[in-house]
């Protein structure tokens, strides 16, 4: 009787114990919760233990101590996707150092692009690896922005300030073609009404932030 009600009072401790750590972690996370801030930004390149993501003004933000953050989406994150991420620390211009992302957020909803992606794969063993690539009659550099935004045609030659995505259209969100470096030059071939540079980039049409670049 004293064995069973020994054995009892331990499973009780021990029950006791367990949920004071559950409270414990609770409160933690409400405390983080507390003094965190949050920022928005499209996903431009996430490894698992760091990320990149594409500010509202256009410019590219680096976060190197995400390895622990919390990922909450719809099957799976990929770049592109509008992600909220909420961390701890400062961020002062583009240093992110003293910064730790706590959790990663997209509402985004990837089924259509994993099955496109298997397709793909399917095709590509199809044919033996070999992928065809379609031809482009447009003129480099002359596209209108599918966006709609009206053009002032132009030619001008232009220095890159600092980094940042080259875009498909003249619009924040829009598909990243590639980047250019501080120092790069492009060739300015109209000038958006609302904001962005038409450039030519790799030999087809792209447009950059208007901040990014000097005439």
């Known amino acids: 009787m004293k064995k069973r009600l020994l054995l009892l009072m331990t499973c009780l401790m021990l029950g006791l ?3 004071r750590e559950d409270d414990t972690r609770e409160s933690e996370e409400a405390e983080l919760d507390a003094v965190s801030s949050s920022m928005d930004g499209i996903l431009t390149e996430y490894t698992g233990s760091q990320l990149s993501i594409e500010t509202e003004d256009g410019g590219t933000l680096t976060f190197k101590d995400c390895s622990s953050a919390k990922i909450q989406c719809k ?4 770049p592109g996707n509008e992600v ?4 701890v620390g400062g961020i002062d211009g583009t240093d992110t150092s003293n910064v730790k992302v706590r959790k990663i957020i997209t509402s985004d909803d990837n ?4 099955s496109l992606a298997e397709h793909a794969k399917e095709d590509i063993a199809l044919s033996g690896g070999m992928v065809t690539p379609q031809e482009d009659d447009s003129q ?6 599918a966006s709609g935004a009206q053009v002032e045609e ?5 220095s890159v ?3 940042v995505n080259v875009r498909a259209d003249a619009l ?5 073609l590639g980047t250019l470096g501080g120092g790069d030059s492009v060739t300015v071939t109209g000038i958006c009404d609302n904001g962005w540079y038409r450039i030519i980039f790799e030999n087809q049409t792209g447009f950059v932030w208007r901040d990014y670049l000097s005439l």
Do not use: R
């Open 172 to 176: 924040s969100g829009s598909e990243i």
């Open 154 to 158: 132009t030619h001008q030659t232009a």
């Open 84 to 87: 909220t991420l909420v961390y």
């Open 17 to 19: 114990f367990g949920c």
């Open 161 to 163: 300030i600092s980094g």
């Open 140 to 145: 480099a550099g002359q596209d209108m922005p």
């Open 111 to 114: 089924s259509s692009v994993m």
């Open 75 to 78: 099957n799976g994150i990929i």
